[in-house]
């Protein structure tokens, strides 16, 4: 889930306020233990595999992966992870394990068959730094499916892009993922350390996925999401708190409609006031250590209204599902009192409203922003010369500070594992003709096994093998 909106070099400073130090990865030391015939050696194993590749992702696109039906998807790569040898744990998520932990999200829906999988790989012998390897496979709605070019569940490849919900966001860097780990066997190494191979859900609507993970007792030294960034590191995000509104009324046949009270309408009083709340929130942001060069970094959106019940009847209820976005080091609870606040007020002086105000319920993503800290310099290092191996030597990765947000913040925040994401080049993600450019897949490819080959080491196997 990314919106992308400044780029720059690792050269800002953040404040001891945010709990975060200096760091400028791009001017560290990018050296490497990998010989030029090794890079050469490996970026061929992934040219070899390029079009199972392509294969593998038409076919994940293909399968809808969409909340509370992710079973198949997570089947078809429990089945990859299992073909190639991996050590398989596959579980159904029991949200009684999650809730008490910092980060929950209220779940509203059938929650009983979402599972979490993950394969580990554990080498013959440990060299190196261990690497958690996370994507997730939870897409967004395609809205109307006549307003796009191709059906989104359809891949097509057209110009050298692959069209559909989800190869972008973020199926494309999840297959990344796992045919960088099938290029180093092609060519005939192991990663020299503990890796988990971590296939995730939730990460459109709460993140519970990823939490799953690490509640399991999943840990690493760092920890990579392959997000579609085209190539940037995502620096800071915001934090975003979902919630209902739920406003009822008073039905009356639509003939004396002046005697009721129309909760659809009434709802939009509502939202104009949280529109204000939210150009205040944003005013204020001028002030953020991080994001205050960031035009308008918080956005409010009621994304999805249901209301009434009949054309003619003055509709008794309506309910709108919002989001909000907050600033790193925003106190969350804070955050909430002042929209309960907002609703409050906009229903004070209300012909209505002011007798029936309405509920206020939080669901969904209750998360707070992150900034990554100098805890990840070393594994940026690592990136970067991974980055100049691809991209050409002086070439330097650059940063954006995301209006959005990824499941980096449950790693970085609460269980002290450095993790941040790099991806490949995607367009309308979230939109119609959602697409991913492929020769960035390929190259993210080649990248994420060069950096594999760094940070965990590698260990010659008996022969190179294609899995």
């Known amino acids: 889930m990314i919106a992308q909106t400044s780029t720059l070099l690792f050269q800002y400073h953040l404040s001891e306020s945010e709990g975060a130090h200096s760091m400028s990865p791009s001017n560290q030391a990018s050296s490497s233990n990998l010989t030029a015939a090794t890079v050469d050696l490996i970026e061929a194993a992934v040219d070899a595999g390029f079009d199972d590749q392509i294969r593998f992702l038409a076919d994940f696109v293909r399968i809808p992966s969409l909340r509370f039906e992710e079973g198949p998807a997570q089947d078809y790569i429990a089945a990859a992870l299992r073909a190639r040898g991996y050590k398989v744990d596959d579980w159904t998520i029991d949200l009684s394990d999650l809730e008490h932990l910092d980060g929950f999200g209220q779940i509203h829906g059938d929650f009983s068959r979402a599972r979490s999988v993950v394969g580990s790989h554990h080498p013959r012998r440990t060299k190196g730094r261990s690497l958690i390897l996370q994507g997730h496979l939870d897409v967004v709605p395609t809205g109307p499916s006549d307003m796009w070019t191709d059906p989104p569940f359809e891949p097509v490849i057209r110009d050298g892009w692959m069209y559909g919900r989800g190869a972008g966001d973020m199926k494309a860097g999840t297959v ?47 920890a990579v999401l392959p997000e579609p960034s085209d190539f940037q590191i995502n620096r800071a995000q915001i934090g975003v708190l979902w919630f209902r509104l739920r406003v009822r009324g008073r039905p009356v046949h639509v003939a004396v409609a002046g005697e009721g009270s129309n909760a659809i309408m009434a709802s939009y009083d509502v939202i104009r006031a949280l529109q204000e709340l939210e150009a205040e929130w944003n005013a204020r942001a001028a002030e953020h250590p991080v994001y205050n060069d960031v035009r308008h970094p918080l956005n409010f959106n009621a994304g999805k209204i249901r209301g009434g019940d009949w054309a003619s009847s003055v509709p008794a209820w309506c309910d709108v599902d919002c989001r909000m976005g907050v600033l790193p080091g925003q106190d969350l609870e804070a955050a909430k009192a002042e929209i309960a606040a907002c609703v409050v007020a906009a229903s004070r002086d209300h012909p209505f409203l002011s007798n029936n105000p309405p509920e206020v319920i939080w669901n969904g993503f209750q998360a707070e922003g992150y900034v990554l800290d100098d805890t990840v310099a070393p594994p940026l290092a690592v990136m970067q010369g991974a980055y100049e191996k691809v991209f050409g030597t002086g070439q330097k990765m650059k940063e954006n500070k995301m209006t959005a947000l990824t499941d980096t913040r449950f790693y970085g925040l609460y269980y002290g594992v450095p993790a941040f994401c790099i991806g490949p080049r995607a367009e309308n993600i979230h939109g119609f003709d959602e697409r991913v450019e492929l020769e960035s897949v390929r190259k993210l490819t080649v990248l994420l096994a060069l950096f594999i080959a760094e940070w965990c080491g590698l260990n010659e196997t008996s022969t190179a093998v294609a899995p």
């Open 176 to 222: 990344a993922a796992l045919f960088a780990l099938d290029a180093l066997a092609r060519a005939g190494f192991e990663p020299a350390a503990i890796l988990h191979f971590q296939s995730v859900i939730e990460e459109e609507s709460t993140g519970l996925g990823a939490l799953s993970t690490l509640q399991r007792g999943y840990r690493a030294d760092v």
